[in-house]
């Protein structure tokens, strides 16, 4: 659980409201509604295919959307409105509007030929947001929050898969953003690794920043979440604390799917 009262943070407040996302014709997210509030950590929990990922790069506007809306602190990520319509942004303003948030994917997606630090620059130096000597200065300080420092000259290929994600923990943080999206961040990890990765989420929930996070680490989202949401076929079926939720569903289709995974 996050150790930082919510009522002392202000930002990172994230509304969903009647979400539809298709592909071609596969509808896979069914008017979803919820409301995360600033400082709160919530995962996902579901099946494969249920939309939890989907829903993940929506609020990012990496995936638009059909019907509803997502906002965060009340903007658009994506869009803007003109009278009564919602009009999709161009990308470059997207972008700007992306820096509040920052997002963690399974594969790690660093850059091969940089290393660590300069991939961990990467998002200030390259819209110049940052001189290079006060953006190596704070990439330090992240490396040294995940730690890394000692390896910050060491590149991707040099580095194990754990290394590599807390690498990408670090950049996704450069920018300091007020939500942070970890989609299933260990799937792509051996059973051994999945261990430090977990660490470094668990630490940025204690700071009471909002954390949105897929997974299918049980045991994590007993111990980090305040919120659990159980997703299938694209809705969310149930959700609550995670003693509610994972102790005691009310709903069969948590509890078969809990019994199978746990099993």
């Not at 298709?22 to 400082?39: N, Y």
């Not at 009564?84 to 091969?112: I, S, T, Y």
Request: proline letters at 5%; a negative charge.
């Amino acid at each position: 659980m996050t150790s930082t009262s919510a009522s002392t943070i202000t930002r990172g407040h994230v509304e969903l409201r009647d979400v539809h996302k298709s592909f071609g014709e596969v509808e896979v997210l069914h008017g979803i509604d919820l409301t995360i509030e600033p400082g709160e950590v919530v995962v996902f929990l579901g099946p494969s295919g249920s939309g939890k990922s989907t829903l993940l790069r929506a609020i990012n506007h990496l995936e638009p959307i059909e019907q509803g809306e997502i906002t965060i602190d009340g903007e658009f990520i994506g869009y803007a409105e003109r009278g009564n319509d919602l009009v999709e942004l161009p990308e470059h303003e997207v972008l700007n509007r992306r820096l509040r948030v920052g997002m963690v994917f399974q594969q790690f997606n660093l850059f091969p030929h940089l290393t660590a630090i300069e991939n961990v620059t990467i998002p200030v130096t390259s819209r110049r947001l940052k001189s290079k000597d006060a953006a190596r200065s704070r990439a330090l300080e992240l490396l040294e929050r995940v730690g890394l420092r000692e390896l910050a000259d060491r590149y991707p290929r040099q580095l194990s898969g754990g290394q590599q994600q807390r690498v990408a923990i670090a950049r996704a943080l450069m920018l300091d953003p007020d939500v942070m999206l970890f989609d299933e961040p260990t799937s792509a990890l051996d059973p051994e690794l999945v261990g430090e990765v977990l660490r470094v989420i668990r630490a940025l929930a204690e700071q009471g920043r909002t954390l949105i996070v897929v997974t299918h680490e049980i045991s994590f989202a007993r111990d980090v979440a305040d919120r659990v949401v159980f997703m299938a076929d694209g809705r969310i079926v149930e959700q609550g604390t995670p003693d509610a939720v994972l102790e005691h569903p009310r709903e069969a289709r948590t509890r078969d799917f809990l019994r199978r995974f746990l099993a």
